[in-house]
């Protein structure tokens, strides 16, 4: 009997320093103030305004229903913050994260304390709900521009979905204390965010964009070449073709999804395909560009190739 209570104290202790070790591990990051010493001394805890439920625009929520993302019609009913109560979420929820911080320093490494971990937990969850109610207040701010930048090229659902990091970034990175609507800040982030996908895509299309006679040369004399085609999706099919020995089966299945190839019709978005293989949509974005990547290099080198053995 002593031995397997022995047994179950030591398997308590060990519980209790893996979760010392990993609350050590936080970067607790937070915007300082110079008030949070003396709120902190007289243990001042940020009350919760009682907001009142504003409905969401029917604009927005036009928009959203003719874009089908119903998911974030719940956000876009969540009520505008004034200026008062924005100032208020952005200084609990840095508050809340300093108290964490100081907690977190008094931990010893060797002796686990229950009671502050505790503490040091909830304090961040407390400060992930403020975060959470300001990131909700503001996703309007994402859907309206995604709207006035999506085009063929650049659909709706990227566009949200790039705008929903940037707007929870920005909610990391705003300083309040500076007097500022949490709205400017966070329009520009995002705009920002949509000007680099735009970018990203405009780089891989060049990658890809070649002459007639350089397409010619690259396709297998067996292969049709369909004159009425466009160089890069011509060149793509040719790519994915030939180069499929450089691409796991994922990539191609995200290659030929995203670009429409080997007869999968319309171009799909990064939604479509996450529903397709299961996969939440930042991990297809990962792995198409892992892909294009691969893509790229052979194609640089293959092209290097046929122009040595022309010269030759």
Request: hydrophobic share 40%; charged share 30%; net charge negative.
């Given at each position: ?23 050590l ?24 305004f ?6 969401a ?8 229903e003719?874009e ?19 100032q ?35 304090l ?34 990227d ?16 300083n ?17 965010s949509?000007?680099?996908?735009i ?27 369909d ?63 892992t ?22």
């Amino acid at each position: 009997m002593k031995l397997a209570a022995s047994s179950t104290n030591g398997s308590e202790i060990s519980k209790s320093q893996l979760r010392l070790e990993r609350i050590l591990k936080l970067e607790i990051e937070f915007i300082e103030s110079d008030e949070f010493e003396s709120m902190l001394a007289a243990q001042t805890r940020p009350g919760v305004f009682e907001i009142v439920p504003l409905s969401a625009s029917p604009k927005v929520q036009e928009e959203v229903e003719a874009e089908n993302l119903p998911c974030l019609a719940p956000a876009l009913g969540e009520p505008l913050l004034s200026f008062a109560e924005e100032q208020h979420e952005f200084r609990r929820m840095n508050f809340l994260k300093f108290q964490a911080a100081r907690l977190q320093l008094s931990l010893d490494a060797a002796r686990p304390d229950e009671e502050t971990m505790n503490q040091i937990e909830r304090l961040l969850s407390q400060a992930k709900d403020a975060r959470d109610h300001i990131i909700r207040s503001n996703m309007r701010l994402v859907v309206s521009n995604a709207g006035k930048y999506c085009t063929s090229s650049y659909g709706f659902e990227d566009l949200v979905s790039d705008g929903s990091l940037s707007l929870m970034e920005a909610v990391e990175k705003f300083n309040y204390q500076l007097g500022f609507r949490f709205s400017t800040y966070a329009t520009h982030a995002i705009r920002r965010s949509f000007f680099r996908r735009i970018e990203r895509k405009q780089k891989d299309r060049k990658r890809f964009a070649v002459t007639d006679p350089e397409i010619m040369m690259t396709a297998p004399d067996h292969q049709e070449v369909d004159y009425d085609a466009p160089a890069e999706a011509r060149l793509m099919d040719h790519m994915v073709e030939v180069m499929s020995d450089h691409l796991t089966e994922r990539e191609r299945q995200i290659i030929e999804g995203r670009f429409g190839l080997n007869g999968r019709g319309e171009p799909k978005t990064l939604m479509q395909l996450s529903s397709e293989l299961g996969i939440c949509k930042e991990r297809v974005r990962q792995v198409e560009g892992t892909a294009l990547k691969k893509l790229h290099a052979v194609a640089v080198e293959y092209s290097r190739k046929q122009l040595a053995s022309v010269k030759a």
